[in-house]
Nanobody, 121 residues
Framework: QLVESGGGLVQAGGPLTPSCASS????????MAWFRQAPGKERELVAV????????YYANSVKGRFTISRDNAKNMLYLQMNSLKPEDTAIYYC????????????????WGQGTQVTVSS
C-alpha cells in the first residue's frame, strides 16, 4: 500500500515536499516514481528512482527544480519541489514497480491515492 501526503497550496516560486509511505516488506526491491495529473490532461511521469535510489531520472519540465529521494530503511519516498510554477499544479501520485526502472504509467502496478499540489501565481 502506498500513501501520499504533504501536498497543499503554495505560492509560485515556493517549495513543497510531498512524501509517500509504503507498507509491506518489499519497498527496497521496487523502483519508485512520482507521476502527476492535471485536470483534463493525461498522467505524466515526473521522476523515477531506482530501487537503491542511486539512479534517478526526471522529466525535462522539472529537471533542476525537483529532487526524488527515498529512505529504504523507513519505506519512504520523497519529492522535493523547488521554484514551483502554476503549471506544476496537479495531483501527484507515487507508484511502484518491480520490473526495474520504468517510465510509463502502464509499467507501474502499485499506486497511491494521490496528493493535490496547487501553485498560485
Amino acid at each position: 500500500q502506498l500513501v501520499e501526503s504533504g501536498g497543499g497550496l503554495v505560492q509560485a516560486g515556493g517549495p513543497l515536499t510531498p512524501s509517500c509511505a509504503s507498507s509491506g516488506g518489499f519497498f527496497s526491491r521496487f523502483s519508485m516514481a512520482w507521476f502527476r495529473q492535471a485536470p483534463g490532461k493525461e498522467r505524466e511521469l515526473v521522476a523515477v528512482a531506482s530501487s537503491s535510489g542511486v539512479a534517478t531520472y526526471y522529466a525535462n519540465s522539472v529537471k533542476g527544480r525537483f529532487t526524488i529521494s527515498r529512505d529504504n530503511a523507513k519505506n519512504m519516498l520523497y519529492l522535493q519541489m523547488n521554484s514551483l510554477k502554476p503549471e506544476d499544479t496537479a495531483i501527484y501520485y507515487c507508484a511502484a514497480t518491480n520490473y526495474g526502472t520504468r517510465f510509463k504509467v502502464d509499467d507501474y502496478a502499485y499506486w497511491g491515492q494521490g496528493t493535490q499540489v496547487t501553485v498560485s501565481s
